[in-house]
């Protein structure tokens, strides 16, 4: 009996654990991108496109200025399109 508390103890730990570490793996990986405007083909943008537009895959056009998709922190404006480069502000 005090094996199988003891088994329990210890897989009870080790879920919240796996628990902590995904939260932070995911909360590292959004601090580690920013949105870019500008830089998305049409349909592929992360969220909110502007006006008639409501959030992910919405964007009407390609490259559309208010449309953002997450990339890598500091890439943004390095991205080029035919439009021009990415910019971490709507355009």
Known sequence: MKNTRTALAAT??????ALAFGA?????????TEKCYGVSK????DCAAGAGS?????S???YQGDA???VPK??????K???GFGSLKAK
């Open 81 to 83: 399109t035919p439009k």
């Open 42 to 45: 049409a349909g592929m943008n």
């Open 60 to 62: 009407k056009v390609d």
């Open 12 to 17: 009870l730990a080790l879920s919240l654990s």
């Open 54 to 58: 409501s959030c992910a895959g919405t």
């Open 24 to 32: 932070h793996a995911a909360d590292a990986q959004k601090a580690a």
């Open 74 to 79: 500091g890439t943004c404006t390095t991205i």
């Open 68 to 70: 953002w998709t997450l």
